[in-house]
C-alpha cells in the first residue's frame, strides 16, 4: 500500500475503489485520479517521481502509470529522461484559452494595437495564473530589436512589472489608489536586457483583470523615455477597464505629470 499524504490533495482517490464501483462510474472515477495526479504540481514541486506522485494522491504506481501514459500522449504531462514527471504544453494552452473567454480579444486587441502605436514599444496583456502570471493577449513593436515574449507563456510572478501589478492590487492586498500613481517599473529584473512598465486593469466590482504593460530593449526605457510612456499606458488601462464594465474613476484622478 502506497503511503499518504494528508497534506496534498483534498480528496485522494484510492486505486482500489475502481474494484467496487459500477462500469459506468468506472470512467468518471479514471477522470478524477488523472486530475488528482496533475494538481499534485505545484510551483515548488514541478517534477514529480512517480513515487512522490503514488504517495501525494494515495494511488497504487501501476494506476497512475496507466493514467501519465494517457496524459503524457494528450500532451498534458512530460516523462523526463530520468524517468519524473513534468506538466506538459496543454495545460499552458487551455489557460490561455480560459483567459480569452473571461477577456475577449475584441476588448483587448484593439488597445494594445493603438497603445504599441502611440509608445512604439511592444504591449502586453497579463493576468495572474495560479504562481505565476500569463501572456494572454500582445502586440510586438514594429521595431527591429525588441523583447521576445509570446502569447501563453507563463513567467514569475515576482519579476517584472507585470508581475508586480498583479501582487500589489490583488484583492486583499490593501493597496490604494490614491496613495499614488499605480504604474510598476521594472529594469533588468526578468532579463537584464529588457524592461517594462505595467498598468493595473480593471473590472465589475474593482476586480483586478489584469495588467497592461510596455516592454522592450533596456536601453530604450531610461526615465525620459519611460516618463513619455505613462500617459499611453494609463490611457489604455482606462480603455480596457470601460471594455471589462469597470470603473475607469479608479485610474481617472492619475497624475501623469
Not at 31 to 51: G, K, S, W
Not at 73 to 79: E, F, H
Amino acid at each position: 500500500m502506497p503511503a499518504t499524504d494528508t497534506s496534498a490533495t483534498p480528496a485522494p482517490i484510492s486505486s482500489n475503489a475502481a474494484e467496487t464501483t459500477s462500469s459506468d462510474e468506472i470512467g468518471v472515477a479514471a477522470v478524477n485520479r488523472a486530475l488528482a495526479i496533475l494538481d499534485t504540481f505545484t510551483e515548488d514541486a514541478p517534477v514529480l517521481t512517480l513515487a512522490q506522485l503514488s504517495q501525494k494522491t494515495g494511488l497504487y504506481k501501476s494506476t497512475i502509470l496507466r493514467l501519465l501514459q494517457s496524459l503524457d500522449a494528450y500532451g498534458y504531462v512530460n516523462r523526463l529522461d530520468g524517468g519524473a514527471y513534468v506538466l506538459g504544453p496543454k495545460p499552458v494552452r487551455l489557460a490561455a484559452l480560459a483567459t480569452r473567454s473571461l477577456h475577449p480579444a475584441e476588448v483587448v486587441m484593439p488597445v494594445l494595437r493603438e497603445l504599441v502605436q502611440a509608445a512604439g514599444e511592444s504591449a502586453s496583456f497579463y493576468v495572474r495564473s495560479g504562481a505565476q502570471r500569463l501572456c494572454a493577449y500582445r502586440v510586438d513593436s514594429p521595431r527591429s530589436v525588441r523583447d521576445n515574449v509570446q502569447i501563453g507563456q507563463l513567467l514569475p510572478l515576482d519579476k517584472g512589472a507585470a508581475g508586480r501589478v498583479l501582487v500589489d492590487f490583488e484583492p486583499g492586498a490593501g493597496h490604494r489608489l490614491s496613495a499614488g500613481m499605480p504604474i510598476r517599473i521594472s529594469r533588468g529584473e526578468r532579463d537584464p536586457e529588457t524592461a517594462a512598465i505595467a498598468c493595473p486593469v480593471f473590472g465589475a466590482g474593482n476586480r483586478l483583470e489584469g495588467a497592461v504593460t510596455l516592454s522592450g530593449p533596456l536601453t530604450r526605457f531610461g526615465e525620459s523615455e519611460t516618463l513619455a510612456m505613462v500617459a499611453p499606458l494609463i490611457a489604455a488601462a482606462r480603455k480596457l477597464t470601460v471594455g471589462f464594465m469597470g470603473d475607469s474613476g479608479l485610474l481617472a484622478n492619475t497624475d501623469t505629470g
